[in-house]
C-alpha cells in the first residue's frame, strides 16, 4: 500500500523560479524515505506541497489517498507535520503545549511519554520561549509525533543539533519506525538518510538524480 505517490512533480514559484522540476517517487507503508540534497535543492517545497501547504504547478501527487491540494481536517489528523523552521517560541510551558494539541487529535500519545521520548523531561515545565534553539526543536518533534500519526513528514529536523541530540534524535526515529509509521524526512546530512531511510533520493537543483535504497544511491560512477 503506498502512502505517497508523486509523479513528475513540479512547482514554479511566482517569481519564475522552477525549484521543483518534474520529481517521481512512492513511499510505501512503514517505510521511511530520505529526501536528501543540498540547501535550495527543492526538498522544502517538495514536503510542503506533499503537506498541503503549498499548491503545486504541475504533476500529481497523492498522500494517504488523498490529493494534498483537497486535504481535509480528517486527512490533516492522521499526519505529523515538523516544519523546517520553527513555530514554537510561546509563553506556555512544554507540557501545557502538548496537551493543548494532543486535544485535537482522537487517539493521542501519553503527553508525559511523548516528553521523555524526546528528552525534555527535565524541561517540561518551563515555558518553550525559555528554551535553547536544540530543545525548541525537540518540542517541534515532540508535537509532530502526539497525534500518533500514521505518516510523518520531518524538515531538516536536526540542523543545529549537537552530535548527542542527533543520536538521540535517530533512536527516537527507530522507535516510531518500530511502531510502524511511514516517514518522509529532508536532510542534507548523508549519515542521516543512511542512518534512517530505507531508502532515498538524491535531489539538486529540483530534479531526483539520484534513488534507490541506502547503500545504493551515490555509489556508482
Ligand atoms: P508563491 O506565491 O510563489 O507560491 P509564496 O506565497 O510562498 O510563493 O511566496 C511569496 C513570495 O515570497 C515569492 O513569490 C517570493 O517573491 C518571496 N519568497 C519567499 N521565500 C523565498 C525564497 N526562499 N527565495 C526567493 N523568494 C522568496
Ligand atoms: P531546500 O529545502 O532543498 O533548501 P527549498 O525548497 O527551500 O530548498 O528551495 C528551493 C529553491 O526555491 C531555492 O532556490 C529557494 O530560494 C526557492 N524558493 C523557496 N521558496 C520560495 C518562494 N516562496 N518564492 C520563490 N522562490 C522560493
Redesign the pocket.
Known amino acids: 500500500e503506498k502512502h505517497v505517490s508523486v509523479r513528475d512533480l513540479r512547482k514554479t ?3 519564475g ?1 522552477t ?2 522540476d518534474g520529481i517521481s517517487f512512492d513511499i510505501e507503508r512503514g517505510e521511511t524515505f530520505a529526501l536528501l ?12 506541497i506533499l503537506e498541503g501547504y503549498r499548491d503545486r504547478s504541475g504533476g500529481e501527487a497523492t498522500v494517504l489517498g488523498v490529493d494534498p491540494q483537497h486535504g481535509g481536517l480528517d486527512w490533516k489528523a492522521r499526519l505529523g507535520i515538523v516544519l ?1 523552521s520553527t513555530g514554537e517560541s510561546g509563553n506556555v510551558s512544554v507540557r501545557e503545549q502538548l496537551s493543548h494539541f494532543a486535544s485535537f487529535y482522537p487517539n493521542p500519545r501519553d503527553v508525559d511519554e511523548v516528553i521523555a521520548a524526546v528528552g525534555l523531561t527535565e524541561k517540561a515545565k518551563s515555558r518553550i520561549k525559555a528554551l535553547s534553539g536544540g530543545q525548541r526543536r525537540r518540542v517541534d518533534v515532540a508535537l509532530g509525533v502526539i497525534g500518533r500519526p500514521e505518516l510523518l513528514f520531518l ?2 529536523p536536526t540542523t543545529g543539533f549537537d552530535p548527542e541530540a542527533r543520536h538521540e534524535f535517530w533512536d527516537l526515529i527507530r522507535e516510531l519506525k518500530r511502531e510502524g509509521t511511514t516517514i518522509l524526512l ?1 536532510t ?1 546530512y548523508l549519515d542521516e538518510a543512511a542512518q534512517l531511510g530505507d531508502r532515498a533520493g538524491v ?1 539538486a537543483g ?1 530534479k531526483l538524480i539520484d534513488i534507490g535504497a541506502i547503500g545504493e544511491i551515490g555509489g556508482r560512477d
Open positions: 514559484y511566482s517569481t523560479f525549484a521543483v540534497g543540498p540547501n535550495g535543492a527543492g526538498k522544502s517545497t517538495t514536503i510542503e523546517q524538515d531538516e529532508t542534507h535531489i529540483g
